[in-house]
C-alpha cells in the first residue's frame, strides 16, 4: 500500500511539474507526459477494480469497460488528440470518480480516489493545451444565389 501511495504521489509530482507552462504557445510535449504517467496509473486502478472479488460484479463490469476506453485511448501514443482526452475525462476519470464516491467500501478507495482527484485537472489542462495547439477550420464565405 505505501509503496502504491508513493508511485501515485511521485507520478502526480511529475504531472505538475510538467503543467507549468512559459509562454503563450501549448507545449505538447507537456501533453504526452500528462498522459504517458497519467494513464499507467487509471490502467492499474481500473485493472484491480475490475476483478476484485470484494467489488461487487456489476461496478467490475463498469470499471472493464472503463479499462477498455482507457487502454484503447493511451495506446494512441503521440497520435493522441483533444477528443481522444475528453472521452478519456468524461467516460473514464469522472464516471470512475462517480462510482467511487458512491461506493466507499470499495477497497483503497480513498487513495484511488485521490489519485484520479488529482489527476482530472491535469487531464483538463491537457484538453486545453491541444485544443489551442489545434488551428480552427478556415471559413469559407457561403455563396448566396446570383441576383
Known amino acids: 500500500m505505501k509503496r502504491f501511495l508513493t508511485l501515485i504521489f511521485v507520478s502526480l509530482a511529475a504531472l505538475l511539474s510538467a503543467c507549468t507552462t512559459t509562454g503563450p504557445q501549448p507545449n505538447l510535449a507537456q501533453v504526452q507526459q500528462v498522459v504517458t504517467s497519467f494513464c499507467p496509473t487509471v490502467n492499474t486502478d481500473l485493472s484491480v477494480l475490475s476483478t ?3 467489488v461487487p460484479a456489476p461496478l467490475q463490469a463498469q470499471f ?5 476506453i482507457n487502454q484503447g485511448i493511451c495506446s494512441a501514443g503521440t497520435g493522441i488528440t483533444a477528443t481522444d482526452l475528453q472521452t478519456l475525462n468524461t467516460q ?3 464516471a470512475a470518480i462517480t462510482i467511487l464516491l458512491a461506493n466507499p467500501a ?4 480513498p487513495v484511488i480516489l485521490l489519485a484520479l482527484q488529482l489527476g482530472q485537472p491535469l487531464v483538463t489542462q491537457a484538453i486545453a493545451q491541444l485544443q489551442a495547439a489545434t488551428p480552427a477550420p478556415a471559413v469559407v464565405p457561403a455563396v448566396g444565389p446570383p441576383a
Do not use: D, F, G, R
Open 52 to 54: 476484485s472479488p470484494t
Open 64 to 68: 472493464k469497460q472503463m479499462l477498455t
Open 92 to 94: 473514464v476519470v469522472q
Open 106 to 109: 470499495i477497497p483503497n478507495q
